[in-house]
């Protein structure tokens, strides 16, 4: 059973830094897309980052130059590292998984996690 767990996230000052994790179990990262998704209350969802399962990476518009996805096999666990944080950051931070060898941010994706919140002041 796959199952994603996200920790790290809480309240930061603008500027700042917050690594998020997702601890993955039942999946394996050479065959399964990983990715990385915020939503705000009554607000679509938005696609932050995602890795593909040979590695390639493919980040949203509101993440391109501040947001790193990565993976560590060993472990099982995906992380973003995110720089130079906004108040517009502000957000309830999801790691999900899917199936499909060429996947995307804009199409529902099979497994999700329980969401870890990130708040910036500022």
């Known amino acids: 059973q796959v199952q994603l767990v996200e920790s790290g996230g809480g309240s930061v000052q603008a500027g700042g830094s917050l690594r998020l994790s997702c601890a993955a179990s039942?999946?394996?990262?050479?065959?399964?897309?990983m990715g990385w998704f915020r939503q705000v209350p009554e607000k679509e969802r938005e696609g932050v980052a995602l890795?593909?399962?040979?590695?390639?990476?493919m980040y949203g518009d509101s993440a391109k130059g501040r947001f790193t996805i990565s993976r560590d096999s060993a472990k099982n666990t995906v992380y973003l590292q995110m720089n130079s944080l906004k108040p517009e950051d502000t957000a309830m931070y999801y790691c999900?998984?899917?199936?499909?060898?060429?996947?995307?941010?804009?199409?529902?994706?099979?497994?999700w996690g329980q969401g870890t919140q990130v708040t910036v002041s500022s």
């Open positions: 999900a998984a899917d199936r499909t060898y060429l996947c995307t941010l804009n199409r529902a994706w099979d497994y």
């Open positions: 039942g999946v394996t990262f050479s065959s399964i897309c």
């Open positions: 890795m593909y399962s040979g590695g390639g990476t």
